[in-house]
């Protein structure tokens, strides 16, 4: 009887230790597939345990843990802009009930998109339109796809705000030294910075110039007839004013008005 019985033990612990991982592949990316860095990449993971059931397939890039799902479909999302140029790794892992693992690896390369003036951009959440371009249109300029009408201020003194070029300076300098709800048309900007987006800004005088120069390709829809566009460069001779451009004219002169009239403002963002 002893000897029946360790007979029996053997076969259930020779059945059990035949639990084989479960099967698990890639159907969408394939291998070495090629996307941009504006592109959202959508995984979806085959996975089937012959023997028992799959508790949860998890997704990895390069090593790190993404997401893992427990029921069908095994679908993933990576949103634009979460991976990096280059090339990455992604891993899916299968789990059974029994805790065996199965596995799959492919490679995908990211490509960064190259962009024109005037082509919409959509990336990681932020959205806009771009007006200028750098380094062969990898990199540049955004603007806001939304304007408004706002103040520069809420009074007339003097700032020192008076970059040309460097409209984040000019942020800073209004953000560290002010209070920015005295400075509506700053704040306005400033509110697009949110949900772990950063960057916006209240462009300086020449940004705004650069932006002009390109008004025929953009899709401004302004929210008033008003076309006057605020700076965030206060006129240094005047300091009760403010640069501006008037988008309805072409004159390439520097343009100023009083910081206390509504005139409309644009955020714009490097990229």
């Given at each position: 009887?002893?000897?029946?019985n360790?007979?029996?033990f ?10 084989k ?8 990316p ?9 592109d959202?990449?959508?995984?979806t ?10 508790t ?6 390069d090593?790190?843990?993404?997401e ?9 999302t990576?949103?634009s802009?979460?991976?990096s ?24 390369t ?54 040309l070029d ?8 209004v953000?560290?030294s002010f ?5 509506p ?15 916006w ?12 120069s ?13 076309r006057m ?10 300091t ?10 072409d004159?390439?002169?520097l ?16 990229f």
């Open positions: 009887m002893a000897k029946l360790i007979v029996i053997a076969c259930i612990v020779a059945l059990t230790s035949c639990n991982a479960p099967d698990c592949s890639f159907e969408s394939k291998d070495k597939d090629i996307f941009s860095t504006s959202s990449i959508v995984v993971i085959n996975a089937e345990d012959k023997k028992g059931s799959v949860e397939v998890s997704l990895h890039i090593n790190n843990l993404f893992t799902i427990k029921y069908t479909p095994y679908q993933f990576i949103p802009g979460t991976l140029e280059g090339s990455h790794t992604l891993k899916a892992t299968a789990t059974d009930n029994e805790g065996a693992v199965g596995e799959a690896t492919i490679t995908i990211v490509n960064p998109k190259i962009y024109a003036v005037g082509d919409m951009y959509d990336v990681g959440g932020v959205k806009g339109q771009v007006y200028k371009i750098t380094d062969g249109g990898k990199h540049g300029m955004i603007i806001s796809l939304d304007n408004s009408i706002v103040r520069w201020s809420t009074d007339i003194n003097a700032t020192n705000i008076q970059s460097d409209g984040v300076a000019n942020m800073s300098k953000k560290s209070d920015i709800n005295n400075f048309a700053f704040k306005w900007c400033d509110d697009k910075n949110v949900d772990g987006i950063t960057g800004y209240l462009p300086a005088i020449n940004e705004v110039v650069d932006m002009h390109v008004r025929d390709q953009l899709d401004i829809n302004f929210s008033s007839t008003e566009v605020w700076s965030s460069t206060e006129v240094p001779t005047e009760e004013s403010a640069h501006v451009k008037l988008f309805n004219q004159s390439p002169i343009q100023k008005t009083g910081k206390l009239r509504s005139v409309v403002v644009i955020a714009v963002k490097k």
